[in-house]
């Protein structure tokens, strides 16, 4: 993958670079902040390889990548300098929801420092494994070493979250690293911890609540945003000639002592309710929560808002020291999930359904479902409802134990240990019950559901089924546009054709280096590196012809157009000419899928394969 050409796609598809307020990423997708959600080209950024698919949700516009998104972004923020400065223009005109612009600032805020937390976590749980497995002991200096390490993110989070909330509220991040570092002193630790009886704290008269905020998440997201408010004042209202000292000092001497004397007590107020409010409703019902967590989470991820409640686990392990709603949920969910897709691949006859389904199905049950549930379980929709019941029973058992989640990580097999705590084993063996619970409903209800789309057998029923020469208004017929070798999709060594992820088709292995028109309609994609063209057909038929693999490298050389966008075409007419010897010279593939990039909007796609077709060969008949 050329993470370069993806990333300009992305950009210029966007809107460009002017439409972006903000952009970030999770561990699958892209997630931008745009000022005008007009601009973008949905249809073109879902068929550009590379791109498994796009979500428009919570505030947010979200393109997903998949494992590369990391590669993805720092391209992005390379080609698009105004991106990495953490402070971008706000958008006067944004119009979105309330409730749209809370789970944008959730998701912003806690996303980027989720690999801090998650580091954290396992660290923890490697620990509690070595101690209940005496392997280390407790009183050891490793012990010490390895459980500082560990907590090091969990104790200085005010400070790692005021980065992020500085990003995603528009202000200095270092000036917000520094309310956090207020907030943490070991000088206003050591007061708070040396207070008697009644004794306050005092400053200039004002009180100071004796609040420790060691591992808060509240407090400091609410001094950051308030800092938002005073820095563009202080900007203002400092003379020009000594604005470099005069705005940092009014802005740091406004925000710290409000942080001190009523933000963060009212954070850490409102933190204790949160906390009390879950307390409470695990008292009076421990099992609904992770029951309704461990059944939509599906859905919660599938619109990217699932973000939205990861602060409230987050928020319950820094007060209470452990979880028992959203991260057992989840973990039921995720394996769910990834054991759902697994039935799809034992039971899928389709040898690029059973690769797809096998791959994703490990990926979920080891904590990340993005592959799993856009390749196979929404696309299918029975391993979808299979994996919602699963989890939904998975989340049940989980609850009605009050299993405990103690550190955090991705929701999969691989985080169990972050149950282990209390000093003993008991949360992690109901979590492993949980979990196992929901791995056989949803395995077993994705397996008694699942079926194959019906496709035909052999070569012959599909050559009596593509012999009709003119498509009537519920079916099309796609002619060879290449002499060559029709083979399976599954044969491209490219996930997002192999996969299927950007449609269904074919792929031919050509004998020539000419491209010409499969169907009658209009060119509307064409590339700087020539190496493809998108057509739509009259009835609507969007479909892709793309010349070898990774050969957008090649920046053009050894490709010609025959057309321009926009331009009208019939079937035979000529797209692209290329240098067959010179390609595979330069050590590409010279393999070419064709695929309909609309595929949902076709009932069934018959394909022909394993044969030598010449250029107007009937090759796939697409019915809906």
Known sequence: MNYSDLAKTIIENVGGEKNIANVGHCATRLRFNLKNNDKPNTEKLKATPGIMGVVSKGGQYQVIIGSDVGRVHKELTNQAPSLNQGNSTKDEN?????????????????????????????????????????????????????????????????????????????????????????????????????????????????????????????????????????????????PKA?????????????????????????????????????????????????????????????????????????????????????????????VGQGAAALAVSIKSKDSTIKQLASSAGLTAIFGITEPALYGINLRFKTPLYAAMVGGGLGGLVMGIFKVKNFSGGSPGLLTLPSYIGDDTLQHLIFAIIGAAVAIVIAFVISYILYKDPETQDTPNQEDDQLSNTQASGTEEVIVSPIKGKAVSLSQVEDGMFSDEILGKGIAIQPAEGKVYSPIAGTVTAIFDSKHAVGLTSENGMELLIHVGIDTVQLKGEGFEYAIKKDQKVNVGDELITFDLDFIADKGYKTITPVVITNTPDYGDIITVTDKTVAVGDKVIKAIR
């Open 94 to 238: 944004d119009d979105r929801s309330v409730i749209a612009k809370v789970i944008d600032t959730i998701t912003g805020i806690f996303t980027p420092i989720l690999p801090a937390i998650t580091a954290a976590g396992m660290l923890k749980a490697v620990l509690s494994l070595l101690v209940v497995f005496n392997l280390v002991s407790n009183e050891s200096q490793s012990y010490q070493i390895v459980n500082f390490m560990a907590d090091a993110a969990f104790y200085f989070l005010p400070i790692l979250l005021a980065v992020s909330s500085a990003k995603k509220f528009n202000t200095n991040a270092y000036l917000a690293m520094m309310v956090g570092g207020i907030l943490l002193h070991p000088n206003f630790v050591a007061m708070v911890n040396g207070l008697e009886g009644t004794d306050g704290i005092s400053f200039f008269g004002l009180p100071v609540s004796p609040v420790g905020y060691a591992s808060s998440v509240i407090p400091i997201i609410l001094s950051v945003w308030f800092m938002s408010f005073v820095e563009p004042i202080a900007d203002r209202v400092s």
């Open 242 to 334: 000594v604005k470099f000292f005069t705005k940092p000092l009014l802005t740091i001497a406004v925000v710290g002592t409000a942080a001190l004397v009523v933000i963060g007590p009212l954070g850490h107020y409102i933190s204790d309710i949160i906390s009390s409010g879950i307390v409470a409703l695990e008292t009076f019902s421990p099992w609904l929560v992770p029951t309704l967590i461990g059944a939509i989470s599906p859905l919660l991820v599938a619109t990217g808002t699932h973000y939205g409640i990861v602060p409230i686990g987050i928020n319950n392990r820094m007060v209470n020291g452990y979880d028992t709603v959203v991260y057992p949920g989840m973990l039921a969910s995720n």
